[in-house]
């Protein structure tokens, strides 16, 4: 019988994405682009999410492009304006989902030091009765043992659980690490799936 029911954040829960802030400061989606692909990349993000100190990032970063450096530190500053809302329907849905008796987990590739900084701003953050960062662990998604301290600090059984992510990296993940999962696509297709 499922019973647990675990959420990734960013693309599931909350809706992040560096572009809501450089398309606005660049005004121009193409620069934006280039930037966020050669400057600060998705993969230097990471870096971050598993549990390097953002000013050490910056600094790397500066190092190799130094021309770019108010830019560079413009991606930490406020993070806030990476993160302007939650994924539209998803409130409703883990409040469904706990009204129904399901228990919620969250396990998010995450800076520990952005997401204390965005923690407090949304509500359904506050429905999960348990979060495992990977910057606090210094263990990423898809790498199992991030999967099996989840399990080991909430204690819950697998074959009760569910993972709910947006990268399929980290679905199939889950999955060789025994921890069942599926895509996420929507809020419509998450409460079709779990509440009928």
């Known amino acids: ?40 990349p998705y993969e230097w ?15 790397e970063r500066i190092a190799l492009f130094p021309e770019w450096e108010k830019e560079i530190r413009l991606y930490f500053a406020d993070w806030t304006r990476m993160v302007p809302r939650e994924i539209p329907g998803m409130n409703a849905v883990v409040r469904d989902l706990k009204a129904r008796g399901y228990h919620t987990y969250g396990l998010t590739n995450w800076s520990a030091e ?3 900084t965005i923690r407090h701003l949304f509500p359904t953050l506050a ?24 399990r080991d600090r909430y204690g819950l059984d697998f074959s009760e659980s569910l993972f709910i992510d947006d990268n399929p990296d980290n679905v199939r993940g889950s999955e060789a690490a025994g921890l069942p999962a599926v895509r996420f696509e929507s809020a419509e297709q998450i409460r079709a799936l779990l509440l009928g």
């Open 114 to 116: 952005t997401f204390r």
């Open 1 to 40: 019988m499922l019973r647990n029911i675990v959420f990734d954040f960013g693309g599931v829960i909350l809706d992040w994405n560096p572009r809501y802030f450089y398309d606005t400061y660049f005004g121009d989606p193409e620069k934006s682009e280039w930037f966020l692909t050669h400057i600060c």
């Open 45 to 59: 993000n990471v870096e971050m999410d598993g549990g390097k100190p953002v000013e050490q990032g910056i600094r």
């Open 127 to 150: 429905l999960m009765e348990g979060i495992v960062v990977s910057g606090e662990e210094k263990l990423l998604k898809p790498d199992p043992r991030i999967f099996h301290l989840l």
